[in-house]
T-cell receptor
Framework: DAGVTQSPTHLIKTRGQQVTLRCSPK?????VSWYQQALGQGPQFIFQ???????QRGNFPDRFSGHQFPNYSSELNVNALLLGDSALYLC????????????FGPGTRLLVL | AQSVTQLDSHVSVSEGTPVLLRCNYS??????LFWYVQHPNKGLQLLLK??????LVKGINGFEAEFKKSETSFHLTKPSAHMSDAAEYFC?????????????FGAGTQVVVTP
């Protein structure tokens, strides 16, 4: 049974560019959450998707947007990249009936130059 | 609103000795509490979860945590550290009635295990 997968593993972008990160949830899971983990810090909640809708959002600007597809996979998009967006982006999946028990993927490390 | 405070940013232990990682929480609702571990360049792995069924929670790899409401604490322990326990550990709170499982992470505790 595959766990949560994310692609790509690493990414280098320059300021002002746009990036798309992808996530496939664990089999049987229908809810996807995204987190940003800056170096030396704990992960910060970006947003959560359920039934293809953004259900809740953390304190992140509108430059951060997402999408969930009918097969429950999800994308995180970041526009107008800033140096401060450099971080490890983590995707977590869960079942709606137990949304708080989340299983994390290995993450995508984004470096903005 | 909820939050967690991990009282130690770094903990160093000798192999075979006990490990104690301290966490205090704050929550407006009855919280669910978690401990996650993150090995270098890896994702987060769930160690254990507390949801009010029992105050002493057993997790994977010999770890356990005790929920103490009076002290608002959820400390993680392991009787005997192994070299493979070297990693970053995060205490996490979720107030499900408030936010559909939005997880609030502590700042993390880096554990070093010496031979």
């Amino acid at each position: 049974d595959a766990g949560v997968t994310q692609s790509p593993t690493h990414l280098i972008k320059t300021r002002g560019q746009q990036v798309t990160l992808r996530c496939s949830p664990k089999s049987g899971h229908d809810t996807v959450s995204w987190y940003q983990q800056a170096l030396g810090q704990g992960p910060q909640f970006i947003f959560q998707y359920y039934e293809e809708e953004e259900r809740q959002r953390g304190n992140f600007p509108d430059r951060f947007s997402g999408h969930q597809f009918p097969n429950y996979s999800s994308e995180l998009n970041v526009n107008a990249l800033l140096l401060g967006d450099s971080a490890l982006y983590l995707c977590a999946s869960s079942q709606d009936r137990d949304a708080e028990t989340q299983y994390f993927g290995p993450g995508t490390r984004l470096l903005v130059l | 609103a909820q939050s967690v405070t991990q009282l130690d940013s770094h903990v160093s232990v000798s192999e075979g000795t006990p490990v104690l990682l301290r966490c205090n929480y704050s929550s407006s609702y009855s919280p669910s509490l978690f401990w996650y571990v993150q090995h270098p360049n890896k994702g987060l792995q769930l160690l254990l979860k507390y949801t009010s069924a029992a105050t002493l929670v057993k997790g994977i790899n010999g770890f356990e945590a005790e929920f103490k409401k009076s002290e608002t604490s959820f400390h993680l322990t392991k009787p005997s550290a192994h070299m493979s326990d070297a990693a970053e550990y995060f205490c996490v709170v979720s107030a499900l009635t408030d936010s559909w499982g939005k997880l609030q992470f502590g700042a993390g505790t880096q554990v070093v295990v010496t031979p």
